[in-house]
């Protein structure tokens, strides 16, 4: 069975520092990953996604992650942190096709002036 | 693009009623839509899968009887917690997956229950 693992459960960073969120996962096959974002009271919206290529993804608000094989790991970077990325973020692991995802504990994320 | 929808977005019931939400993808035909719950400072749990025309899917450990889902078109499921009780107030959220782009799920903004 897939899982995820997000080692922080909790973060905080300064207003314009970099940002990288941990994300492990353990699957048997190539997975399909992906990153969340979820403000207070509010459902997901889908920050970037890999399923395969190119292992560095780019995604939206200045949002890229890494894809390493041989770590098993997808970690989430930002280069230059805002107060509104203030929020919790989730990790998740499919395996494709209609099948269903399994997502991280999540880390919420504090962003300091 | 890929607009899901939910509604009610927030609702405070009586123990013993039942109380339905509705999940819409707005701009695309979504073959299969996912139920999550989600409990404070946790993650989102799939309680069930939903395709259209079809029986859902439901995990382990949920009850069907009381998590009723329905997903009559390609654009709407419905999720009914019959008999709500205190404990089922919950956050539930909605995703969908778009017709030709099975790997993703776009999800809903959520519905907060309250069950007294």
């Known amino acids: 069975a897939q899982s995820v693992t997000q080692p922080d459960i909790h973060i905080t960073v300064s207003e314009g520092a970099s940002l990288e969120l941990r994300c492990n996962y353990s699957y048997g096959a190539t997975p399909y990953l992906f990153w969340y974002v979820q403000s207070p009271g509010q459902g997901l919206q889908l920050l970037l996604k890999y399923f395969s290529g190119d292992t560095l993804v780019q995604g939206i608000k200045g949002f890229e992650a890494e894809f390493k094989r041989s770590q098993s790991s997808f970690n989430l970077r930002k280069p230059s942190v805002h107060w509104s990325d203030a929020a919790e973020y989730f990790c998740a692991v499919g395996a494709g096709g209609y099948q269903k995802v399994t997502f991280g504990i999540g880390t919420k994320l504090q962003v300091i002036p | 693009g890929a607009v899901v929808s939910q509604h009610p977005s927030w609702v405070i019931c009586k123990s013993g009623t039942s109380v339905k939400i509705e999940c819409r993808s707005l701009?695309?035909?979504?073959?299969?839509m996912f139920w999550y719950r989600q409990f404070p400072k946790q993650s989102l749990m799939l309680m069930a899968t939903s395709n259209e025309g079809s029986k859902a899917t439901y995990e382990q450990g949920v009850e069907k009887d009381k998590f009723l889902i329905n997903h009559a078109s390609l654009t709407l499921s419905t999720l009914t917690v019959t008999s709500a009780h205190p404990e089922d107030s919950s956050f539930y959220i909605c995703?969908?997956?778009?017709?030709?782009?099975?790997?993703?799920?776009?999800f809903g903004p959520g519905t907060r229950l309250l069950v007294l």
């Open positions: 995703s969908a997956t778009p017709q030709g782009y099975q790997e993703t799920q776009y």
């Open positions: 701009d695309f035909q979504a073959t299969t």
